[in-house]
């Protein structure tokens, strides 16, 4: 595919983020088998891939009109066109603007818009997209020609030039009105269509939003130990992000882990935003600082002052304004964290090794967040899994980067055993009197049922 030629995308983008797409194809083996199978129904599928792809990606793309494009993409604008004002894009773009993962992931449900396009436009699109091709091809055919025409010295060459021309140009008028009557049946079929159309595109749409969704939420909770930018979201680099969406695309399992754990963690960090009322803290000092909750009586009632009410916002702007410092009782887990989820056959009902399973992942993240270590186990009963049999396996994950494929696959173990709750209890309290486990916070997760 030619990223140089700007004139064969409808939507405005660089050469340089066009090529980026295309260069992270080989790494997604599945966008080369779409696209072939793309192209079945739409010739130039390749181009709407990567329109597609700089839609999500930028921040601010814009479609291009008809004038600013080559006829055979008109048929990639008109389902850009559509596309541009549907909310379903919006809350798309929302986890997809440059976020190159979970772009290319959506990228992967365009096929679904164009095979759940009625068969009549279908059939239109291609028509108008093959004929509109012959005639571009002609079009610039003959622009060569001309160019050779020019060059050549009268004689037999520019004679034998001319005469090709001739007949190029020939060709050309049928060739354009074939292309203008298949318009006209793009536009009748688009029209007629027009609700079947929007459907087939909200529907897609739809799925690239959950599966960009279960791709971002797979990264937070098995990334986490590279770290987190300003908003609390992991920076986790290009190749781990595709490694971690290559696992989920393989294991159903993992996946529904990885979506149960996402919304844990949507709550959770939705609690955390939440500033708590203090209102039984005792007040201890005085200190510097910018919150107005926390301002000085003092400084209060200058608030009601017409001109020293501007020097307190000043002060309040630059982290000087005279506040109270106040000191809770409420105890925060800081610590490390033992976990350990059951693994008996019982687990296996209504899904509780999934849901138990997530809430570990989302204690590991509050270790990595807590920069503590995290100790995993699943246990069941003696002879059902672990090292000899056991009956429990258990890891440590430091928060290092690059841990993440070995937190999935510890994430996959399930013993299908008994349940034997003396085997975790041993091994959190040995744990406990290790030296990086002090204080730890110790959950265990099970269902309940034993013998």
Known sequence: ?????????????????????????????????????????????????????????????????????????????????????????????????????????SVRRLNGIVEGLPEEVRKAMKDYQSKS?????????????????????????RDRAEQVGKQVKEESLPALQGASTAAEAMDKAMQTNEDAVRQAIRTALGHAEQEAQDTQDAVEVFGPSWGFDGMGTTTVPDDAQTEIARALMQDEQLRRIARIAGRIQRIQDRAKR???????????????????????????????????????FRRMLNGSAVCYERRGYEKEGKGPIICFVDGSGSMEFGSAILWAKAVALALYREACIRKQPFLYGHFSSVGCGGPNGSGIDQMIFSGQPGEHDRMMEFTRIFHRGGTDYRIPFTAADMALGAENFRKADVVFISDGLFP
């Open 133 to 157: 091709e012959t005639l571009e091809t002609l079009r610039r055919e003959l622009k060569n020609l001309r160019k050779l025409y020019k060059s050549l010295k009268p004689g037999p060459a």
């Open 274 to 312: 939440t500033r708590v009322r203090h209102g039984f803290d005792e007040i201890v000092d005085t200190k510097l600082g910018r919150r107005l909750d926390e301002l000085v009586t003092e400084e209060l009632v200058k608030l009601s002052h017409p001109v020293l009410c501007a020097d307190v």
């Open 1 to 105: 595919m030619n990223t140089s030629n700007d004139r064969l995308f409808s939507v405005s983008s660089t050469q340089s983020s066009r090529e980026k797409f295309v260069q992270s194809i080989p790494r997604a083996p599945d966008l080369l088998h779409l696209a072939d199978r793309g192209r079945m129904e739409f010739p130039k599928f390749d181009c709407l891939q990567t329109d597609f792809y700089s839609f999500l990606w930028q921040r601010q793309p814009r479609v291009k009109s008809r004038e600013e494009i080559l006829s055979p993409v008109e048929p990639n604008r008109r389902i850009l066109q559509q596309m541009e004002t549907m909310e379903e894009l919006h809350r798309l773009r929302s986890i997809t603007q440059h976020n190159h993962l979970n772009s290319l992931v």
